[in-house]
């Protein structure tokens, strides 16, 4: 937790970022959420916004902020005996409410009464939509219905922007990555399997930070995305893809990938692919500065990308005009890159559109470019991934291949003969937009290149 | 997942027990349960009543079953290519269903109109009540308030004792938690912090089962239950309670608690406790068999521990007086065991009274007593824990002087003066009722008795 003058100055920027608006925001911290009966709870997460504008990490405690005159109310329940003897001494609401920079708290119960009361005088109650179950059936209770877009508008554009403070977490969250990463790496060898190694990278974040940032992707399948599933064994001549980040004790994030080949060395097949995606990885990164729009860095790799793959023989035709038509979505069907922060993709509960898009931005409908999360015109102070990546996936090929989405530039033959064994590959860095460019985020960046690869895979 | 026949054989014999019923039982699976923004969850972990009555093990399935004439549908979406994409191929849901014995599936959104169809023709719905959050809301909107207290006990009687097929899975959890506590243990180094041990311990059971069965306690503070800071370092002379167990991959849970001498060595103070503890635990297990209610042994250790704190002048008059005036609920203000399967504490969800207590028992309202979550007459086949545990809880301490609750039996001055910076004792093994005594579950069990345990640390 910083010190309480971080919170009151976040929350008096908030206000002040509410200018216009009237009635009272409503905070809702997390609740414990059940793994399996009420009692047997997941690992316990504060929820973002409520640590970000108030930093207690306790459960269920829930604030209201007056717009109208500034007044703020933290509510919790102080503990009893019983929950003494269980769960040892806890400081008071009140103490913690102090810490957070809060003068006045009360019972939570209270919470229901302030906000019926509010809602009698017809005051308007800003809420953010919830992310847990939890939280969402507490707003029904209370007759709320729909979150608040002043509100949703305010809080993006100050989390949008790192503080100074806020950077030096997420590089320190990016060091604990960087060891994940290479134990994981270090652990790749023929016959193990895949588990083990997942147990092993986990075991560094959850020894030194709060545990993993997302359930990690480490999978010989790279063409699904999300595959979480750990039952092979490493088999000779595949690609590994390690898509895994930690979260820190602060609560912020890192979120890096690494493709490897399961031997040591890539196959020359191989080999082409991923330098067209690690030449992705870089020209991105060359791009990125304040004022461009990220959607556009997309729209650039992804003609870097079938510039490649046309040199390849997988397409034909002008790279430039195959990058309009969305050509590019049946090998890489995501986005870039997301926001990153005290989520892993920042405040993607506010809604993607609110959180990546500028106002004078409107989401394509271009397969690939459809799934950006990040389009935005960069500000110093952003922090976002820059992840490319190249699959082949049989379902998506069959797929434009009998709809005849490519418009004929798909020279699916060789696809077919080539590629449906092969998997997928990306490289994904975390990345802050600085005043005059950008910076990798991390003390050290992990091996990228083909040849930095196979370096640390000869040395492991 | 087992063999069809085993599923279909566990709800026949539902069906069975629910002679007398009528209308239909409605089985939620579990669906994914955010840890930050809905599409960020925490690791997927199934409903255990569904595991046990489905086995299918992957989110927002549902079932219903017909008590009338025998009918089961099973509800699901079957992956769209976007799943597909993100999530890889999928086996239907038609032959998911088959391969948990039923016949009929339908898409998810058909469970609504079966359970309106039913409601309108004023069948009854028995469910159980929700675990999770997201289960109670689709209860909720489909109108359906309050469990099914036959449901309840037709479940209860089914799972609480263990087929041949569970104890060796059941084991196996209880091998791997060997392994836990054993990498825990070698990791007890003065000035290491807790978190490291934590991490690998963690490790094991992520590199082979699910996870763990429950939020890790390893603490130095054992006298607060469930304890989950990590933070401190490891210092001399203190005591270190793990707690802790796994979840295998077949989602059984272990349960272990050790209570390690930091520097290796007992003092002789925590040797006296310790001693009496271990005894308790052994004490226990020798009384452990069918016929007998685990509450009797539950007094029975009561007493023999008042038997020896009386021994170390900390409690004096007669012990089984003093059991039976609850004088022990000031050491051990928890209950002896709990039941322990799918689950930690098996089946907590549908209520620790209907899981834990036979029909003609009521639960006492003596301290420690109080909390005893079985308390039934054993049955071969019952796995249960044996934890019992002596603790100086300072904040219980100063509450029961004030209250005068002992009756003039106990000796503050004595604890006062040297006990209360002393922290907590538990032992736990977790054991099976068998057909002429009881067998502790697992193939190796823990060093239990102090010189067991000294003996171990001398050569980790």
């Not at 329940?77 to 009360?106: N, R």
């Not at 007759?143 to 100050?158: H, K, M, Q, Y």
């Not at 195959?322 to 069907?333: H, R």
Request: aromatic fraction near 8%.
């Amino acid at each position: 937790m910083f010190g309480k003058e971080v919170y009151e100055e976040r929350r008096r920027a908030l206000r002040e970022r509410l200018a216009g608006q009237t009635g009272i925001v409503l905070f809702l911290g997390n609740a414990e959420s059940p793994a399996q009966y009420r009692d047997n709870c997941y690992k316990w997460r504060q929820d973002s916004n409520w640590l970000y504008f108030f930093g207690i990490d306790e459960p269920r405690f829930a604030a209201i902020l007056d717009i109208d005159n500034g007044a703020e109310t933290v509510y919790a329940d102080d503990f009893t005996l019983d929950d003494i003897v269980w769960m040892g001494p806890m400081p008071s609401v009140q103490s913690l409410a102090q810490k957070a920079g809060a003068e006045a708290s009360a019972p939570y119960a209270k919470l229901f009464d302030a906000v019926r009361e509010a809602q009698a005088k017809g005051r308007c109650v800003h809420t953010v939509p919830p992310s847990r179950y939890y939280n969402e059936m507490l707003l029904r209770r209370m007759g709320i219905d729909g979150a608040s877009e002043p509100l949703i508008r305010a809080i993006v554009s100050l989390r949008l922007v790192k503080e100074p403070r806020e950077i030096a977490l997420i590089d320190a969250a990016c060091e604990l990555g960087y060891e994940m990463h290479t134990i994981a790496r270090k652990g790749i060898r023929i016959g193990v399997k895949e588990q083990e190694i997942v147990g092993a990278m986990e075991a560094v974040t959850l020894a030194k930070g709060w545990g993993v940032s997302f359930p990690t992707i480490l999978t010989q399948h790279g063409e699904i995305f999300h595959c979480h599933s750990h039952e092979a064994p490493v088999e000779e001549g595949k690609l590994m893809v390690i898509d895994a980040g930690a979260e820190a004790s602060s609560h912020y994030a890192s979120d890096f990938t690494r493709t490897y080949p399961t031997g040591g060395r890539y196959t020359p097949r191989q080999r082409d692919i991923y330098s067209i995606v690690y030449e992705c990885n870089e020209y991105a990164f060359s791009l990125t500065a304040p004022g461009v729009a990220y959607r556009d860095v997309h729209i650039a790799v992804a003609q870097r990308m079938l510039s490649g793959l046309k040199d390849l023989g997988l397409v034909s035709g002008d790279p430039a005009e195959m990058a309009a038509q969305g050509v590019a979505g049946l090998f890489m069907p995501h986005g870039l890159g997301h926001n990153m922060g005290l989520d892993v993709h920042d405040m993607e509960d506010l809604g993607e559109d609110l959180v990546g898009y500028d106002d004078d931005q409107t989401r394509s409908p271009l397969p690939g470019l459809h799934s950006l999360r990040m389009a935005r015109r960069l500000v110093p102070g952003h922090v976002i991934t820059d992840e490319p990546g190249i699959y082949f996936i049989p379902a998506l090929i069959a797929a434009w291949k009998k709809e005849k989405r490519d418009g004929g530039r798909v020279n699916y033959a060789k696809l077919e003969k080539e590629y449906l064994d092969f998997g997928g590959i990306r490289v994904e860095d975390d990345v802050l937009v600085t005043a005059d460019g950008a910076r990798r985020l991390g003390p050290r960046r992990l091996p990228a290149s083909p040849d930095e690869v196979e370096e640390a895979m000869k040395n492991d």
